[in-house]
């Protein structure tokens, strides 16, 4: 539970953050004795049930707050450093590398599964160590191989991280879960270099509905006339700009008053540094295009139910829960015809080849133009595959660990 403690005071979470905390709520729902790994530097801490149970509550509604001076001092470099603070203190032991095996050997009971779901702290040192464990198998989740097929769009050290992932997953798990087939097409592709793939299943993720809350949404956000959103991080594998050169397009066709409203939703990443200066540099920023970063979900989902259609423009997802979400919700949806997309919401979307900017306005217009009872009709029209459930991906999984 590594990354979600990196999450603690975050406002919002990423799609991977979100599978990881489903995992949590599963497991903590279910009797079977549970323990947790946290990674702080070099040292692994193996945790109860309780520290679980105390880091989803710090993730939703219940704030972790300082125990005396130390701890508002601790708090001062992030909440995540305060979390693993107070986690560390109801550990139940700590150890470098090579002591890790004998730590998990001392506290759990005989069998059972380690399970890693967050693409970190799955490195050869650490799943070897599990692997050793007498009875102990080792179940991996792989979201997608995107820093090693698109390296352009990754943070530093995330292809060599991606790569050294890849090979211990082939040399350590007994079970790879894939959240599609295509992103187990991918982790085949990468895999043969190390030895063939280990048993693996597509387990498609569950689609959270969340009640929509319009009170919670920015006040002052201008709801006057038609709008679009953009659901995701802005980095540059999500093809933002292709959205802005749109919104040049209408600016420079039609009055301003007609431009329909453009709502970037999502925090900035990495590696977007161009795309982010002309953003600001826009004199349709704070006009027609609003960025919002820091929304809960349900004002994203206040949103979402008022959209004409979220836009998807992106190079590459590993699965993509926004278009997940929105086909559940009934709301349209304009994409780039991803795999992925094609594979688990078939032909729900506007597929738009990603950099056809012409088509792109087309289809947006098109959007613009449809009445409120075909709108309506969208959204009673919803995709049985984009229906999924957590409850049927557990199903999936626990078929083959339990």
Not at 25 to 49: C, H, I, S, T, V
Not at 352 to 368: F, K, M, N, P
Request: overall charge positive; glycine content about 10%.
């Amino acid at each position: 539970m590594t990354r979600l403690v990196l999450r603690v005071g975050r406002p919002t979470l990423t799609g991977i953050d979100r599978v990881e905390l489903a995992y949590l709520r599963e497991f903590l729902d279910r009797p079977e004795p549970l323990f947790l790994l946290m990674k702080q530097g070099r040292r692994q801490w193996l945790l109860p049930r309780r520290a679980g149970a105390a880091l989803e509550g710090w993730l939703g509604d219940a704030g972790l707050a300082p125990r005396g001076l130390v701890e508002r001092l601790v708090a001062r470099r992030g909440m995540p450093a305060l979390a693993a603070r107070q986690l560390r203190r109801m550990a139940l032991g700590g150890a470098m590398p090579d002591g890790v095996a004998a730590l998990m050997a001392r506290h759990l009971p005989g069998g059972g599964w380690y399970f890693n779901t967050g693409h970190v702290n799955a490195g050869e040192e650490l799943l070897a160590a599990v692997r050793s464990v007498p009875g102990l198998r080792v179940a991996v989740l792989v979201h997608d191989t995107i820093p090693l097929d698109f390296p352009q769009f990754s943070r530093p050290h995330a292809v060599e991280e991606m790569g050294a992932l890849v090979a211990a997953v082939v040399r350590h798990a007994d079970l790879v879960i894939c959240n599609s087939a295509a992103t187990r097409d991918d982790l085949a592709r990468h895999a043969r270099r190390h030895g063939p793939l280990p048993e693996s299943i597509v387990a498609h993720l569950g689609t959270n509905m969340v009640t929509p809350e319009a009170a919670a949404l920015p006040e002052g956000l201008p709801l006057d006339r038609p709008y679009f959103l953009a659901l995701g991080t802005l980095e540059p594998r999500k093809n933002h700009a292709l959205l802005l050169d749109v919104w040049d397009k209408f600016h420079a066709e039609t009055l301003d008053a007609e431009v329909p409203r453009l709502f970037l939703v999502g925090r900035r990443g990495w590696r977007n540094e161009d795309f982010l200066a002309r953003l600001d540099r826009s004199p349709h920023l704070g006009r027609t295009i609003h960025e919002l970063p820091g929304l809960s979900d349900g004002a994203v989902a206040a949103l979402m139910a008022g959209a004409r259609a979220l836009l998807m423009p992106s190079l590459a997802e590993g699965y993509g829960l926004p278009v997940a979400e929105a086909a559940a919700a009934g709301t349209p949806v304009i994409a780039a015809p991803l795999p992925v997309y094609l594979e688990f919401v078939g032909d729900y979307p506007v597929y738009v080849t990603q950099g056809d900017l012409y088509s792109w306005a087309a289809r947006i217009q098109e959007q613009l133009g449809t009445d409120a009872a075909v709108h309506g009709a969208m959204r009673r029209c919803v995709p049985q595959v984009a229906r999924k459930t957590w409850a049927g991906h557990f199903q999936s999984v626990l078929n083959k660990t339990c």
